[in-house]
């Protein structure tokens, strides 16, 4: 079982359109969660972290479920430009510290 | 100040070469860690490095592959005898202790 598990894409969505990507970890011993974002495979970028109270950014809101090993990202009134594949991210303490990542999602806004 | 600085940005080896990939880490930090993408597929971590230590090299597959972040200079990630699974995306990550990492823009390996 991959440590962290997404949603399988591509989502095809229109302009305006509010989107929700969901994401759930195996391992206990992650302490920390991220979404990332990724353009055209280069490099991530840190799109926000994500808190067990929930966060919100702008048009994006995330959140954290401990008790359901379960990290959500919403993306609102979605844009052209927020075409990406979207990462969730675990950072597991042990051994130091390391960023787990989920496979990725696509996500596509058309006109 | 420079972010995370990698290089080659694209190599392309014959098989049974070596590569060597570089990475030099944002100023001021001493934590840096290697993931790779292969086609289609999500990152994969490989290594995580301090200052003349490896911290954990669980991602590493066992034969072939070898990193160190010397004292001084870059972090160097080595793959001997390079095959044609190998060609990927690797990508440098470095952060100064604390949650947030920094990636650089990979180097993508191409194996002939």
């Known amino acids: 079982r991959k440590e962290v598990e997404q949603d399988p894409g591509p989502f095809n969505v229109p302009e305006g359109a509010t989107v929700a990507f969901n994401c759930t970890y195996s391992n206990s011993a992650s302490q920390s969660f991220f979404w990332y974002r990724q353009d055209c495979r280069k490099e991530p970028k840190l799109l926000m972290s994500?808190?067990?109270s929930g966060n919100e950014d702008g048009r994006f809101t995330a959140q954290l479920n401990r008790a359901s090993q379960y990290i959500s990202l919403l993306i609102r009134d979605s844009k052209l430009s927020d075409s990406a594949t979207y990462l969730c991210v675990a950072l597991i303490y042990n051994q130091g510290g390391k960023l787990i990542f989920g496979q990725g999602t696509e996500l596509s806004v058309k006109p | 100040n420079a972010g995370v600085m990698q290089n080659p940005r694209h190599l392309v080896r014959r098989r049974g070469q070596e590569a060597r990939l570089r990475c030099s880490p944002m100023?001021?930090?001493?934590?840096v860690y290697w993931y790779r993408q292969l086609p289609e597929e999500g990152l994969k971590f490989m290594v995580y490095?301090?200052?003349?230590?490896?911290?954990?090299e669980s991602g590493m597959p066992k034969e072939r592959f070898s990193a160190e972040f010397p004292k001084e200079g870059p972090s160097i990630l080595r793959i001997q005898q390079v095959v044609r699974g190998d060609s990927a995306a690797y990508f440098c990550a470095s952060s100064g202790g604390n949650e947030k990492l920094f990636f650089g823009s990979g180097t993508q390996l191409s194996v002939l």
């Open positions: 490095l301090q200052k003349e230590n490896i911290i954990d």
């Open positions: 994500v808190y067990s």
């Open positions: 100023k001021g930090h001493s934590h």
